[in-house]
């Protein structure tokens, strides 16, 4: 049983705790760097990015978290989780720090205001069994998607057609939506599994 941390600092620490249970994964909160030592992944919730990476220096945590995903750790980062893998952010405080586990670009709340939270069906590459029902709250976008970064979906239709809205690199994945919240559990096995298969990944 892999013992998958979810970041507990801010945001739906809860829901995605009980999806990684309903995985067989042993969920555990994350708060301290020492915390860091016990697990073979890391669960990267929605909520407030700027929040999260100012709460994640106050902790000394975001050091620690970026040699562990630098080293391989597996990591599942949505809505905001998304922002915090990224490389570089878009439309984001000056003082903005991230974890850097994928090469891209994301934009905040990149569907405006007109459109704060919508729902969509997904086809996703990663599976072949019917499309994902995505929930988007003020949800950013992959902007940028670097050459390492495969494209696991993007919006269908709409005004949007195109956008990116789930990303993988090695065993990095990142989705602007929130699996965690729907009941479909696809992403979250997908992530656990890929734990369960490759261990803690291949450092980069
Ligand atoms: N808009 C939020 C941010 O910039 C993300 C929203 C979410 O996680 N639901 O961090």
Redesign the pocket.
Known sequence: TPTIGVLGLQ??VREHFHALAECGAQAVTVRRAAELAKIDGIVL????????SKLLQVFELLEPLRQRLRAGMPAFG????M?MLATEVLD?RPDMRTLEGIDMTVR??AFGRQVDSFETDLDVTAFDDGPVRAV?????WVERAGEGVEVLARVPDGPFAGRIVAVRQGAVLATSF?PEVTGDLRFHRLFVDSIVRGGVGAPR
Request: aromatic share 4%; charged share 15%.
């Open positions: 945001g739906d919730p929605g909520g407030e990015s700027t929040t999260i949505s809505c905001a989780g922002i984001t905040r709340n988007f709250i003020r949800a950013p929130h």
